[in-house]
């Protein structure tokens, strides 16, 4: 009974201590600069020396306005694309479990028993009987001892497969957050240009009303008259555009909220909005290493290499347990008797002698590596293309708030003193209404610009992966 004991526990002892196949795995170079783009569209990199990497900032600490931190705790607790996310990182962990423990021999306990009735020309005694057998038994039942590492490969493929599905979460997380900002900041722009609409209609009826006293005075043609008319139904046309398109941005935010957000957190305009802040890639571009979804890539990059070596193993002798220790007995209240003690060892190996197979399935996997390096070397090229077009719009979007603000000045100015021309008799209305039409074209753009810059902070801060939760260092326990 004891050495039976001793076998099984050595048994167990090299399966856990068992090496893999695997080739070793090195982190491929990246295949992006070191640096980050330079040039007059990047602005100056003097700034960033001793900047605060993404990974350092959590999410309170980056958006710095209140009511739209309330809109991401909603969205981070209600919204059901983050949920199917977290439920799958689950179900990955679970396929984990499962095949680590494939490790582990399974024990069954079986009882049984049976009744047969053996005729005489079979019978040892020349005489018909009837047998009886009644048994119990603790087994193991075909349990693979893994002496070339085949089941912990396949075992490190899953944990990889689970490790990338979790990072894949914090990337639908941090694609989450930057969504719900930007939403939260077009609905913010697109209520500002409602008012400036109701503020232009109210300016232009009260223009139009002057127009139409001055008509009837008969100190202003019908022509001024109709095309004072045009800048107040243009703005009125407005109203109801900006109308629709707040309310398709609130059903956006709601929608990635999971629920409703309450009126009194959504944003009145981006004045009212406190800017999140500015923050800036560092030096190296191996930032962007710490990005969830390369992370993932290289997760999957990692579980290649442990199924090559799975592959190699099956060239391998696969070496497998099946042993039981019990009783027996012809009687039933006998089964438990001294003596009725049984025991069964019957260890087996089975080398493969030709098995095309297993050759093609060498090579799958070592393509499947190739595909995999490439995917992994692609998604490094994207995020570094991504955050250079991000660093693009941040080294210029000053300098084009700055003129475009000029240009909302300078275009105000010429309608005040066209009007005042108009009104003093020395121009037609058509000065006025180029003027307005400008002014308003300006004061757009001048909100888009403003939108944009900080959407682009926004973008910035999710493109070098921030946003998600801290990467885990452990084997997923």
Request: charged fraction near 20%; proline fraction near 4%.
């Amino acid at each position: 009974m004891n050495k039976k004991v001793f076998l099984l526990m050595g048994g167990i002892a090299v399966c856990a201590t068992g090496c893999t196949m695997a080739p070793k795995y090195t982190r491929p170079s990246a295949p992006i600069p070191a640096e980050w783009p330079s040039g007059a569209a990047y602005g100056q990199s003097d700034s960033i020396t001793h900047a605060t990497l993404p990974p350092d900032m959590n999410l309170l600490e980056f958006f710095t306005d209140e009511k739209l931190q309330q809109v991401i705790k909603l969205a981070l607790t209600n919204n059901r694309d983050l949920r199917l996310a977290a439920l799958n990182v689950k179900r990955a962990r679970a396929i984990y479990g499962i095949q680590r423990n494939e490790l582990l021999p399974t024990v069954d306990a079986v009882g049984g028993g049976s009744k047969q009735r053996v005729p005489a020309d079979l019978s040892s005694s020349e005489k018909p009987m009837t047998k009886e057998q009644y048994s119990a038994n603790l087994g193991i039942a075909a349990w693979e001892i893994d002496f070339f590492g085949r089941i912990r490969s396949l075992k490190n493929r899953a944990l990889d497969e689970y490790l990338a599905t979790n990072e894949a979460r914090r990337s639908a997380q941090i694609a989450l957050v930057s969504e719900v900002a930007r939403v939260y900041l077009t609905l913010a722009a697109d209520q500002e240009n409602l008012q400036l609409a109701q503020s232009t209609f109210e300016t232009q009826q009260a223009v139009y009303d002057l127009v139409q006293k001055r008509f009837d005075a008969g100190l202003a043609t019908r022509l001024d008259l109709r095309r004072s008319q045009i800048p107040m139904d243009a703005a009125r046309r407005d109203i109801a555009r900006y109308r629709q398109m707040v309310a398709q941005d609130q059903n956006a935010l709601y929608l990635l909220a999971g629920s409703p957000a309450p009126k009194e957190i959504l944003p009145v305009n981006l004045s009212s909005i406190t800017p999140s802040k500015e923050i800036s890639p560092g030096l190296s571009s191996e930032t962007l290493l710490n990005r969830p979804d390369i992370m993932a890539a290289e997760y999957r990059l990692k579980g290649a290499y442990a199924f090559i070596g799975a592959a190699r193993a099956a060239f391998f002798p696969r070496i497998s347990l099946t042993s039981s220790i019990g009783t027996a007995s012809s009687e039933l209240s006998g089964l438990f008797d001294s003596g009725s003690d049984t025991w069964n060892f019957a260890p087996q190996a089975v080398m493969p002698i030709f098995d095309a197979r297993t050759w093609a399935a060498l090579r799958v996997s070592k393509v499947d590596r190739e595909i995999v390096l490439t995917q992994y070397e692609k998604t490094i090229q994207t995020a570094f293309r991504e955050v250079a077009d991000v660093l693009a719009v941040q080294g210029t979007i000053d300098h084009q708030v700055s003129a475009q603000q000029s240009v909302v000045d300078a275009v105000e100015e010429t309608y005040r003193l066209s009007g005042r021309r108009y009104t003093n008799g020395i121009d037609s209305y058509l000065g006025v209404l180029d003027a307005q039409r400008s002014l308003f074209a300006a004061q757009q753009g001048l909100i888009s610009l403003r939108l944009a810059k900080y959407a682009n902070n926004v973008r910035l801060y999710a493109v070098l992966g921030g946003g998600g939760d801290q990467p885990r260092t452990s084997d997923g326990e």
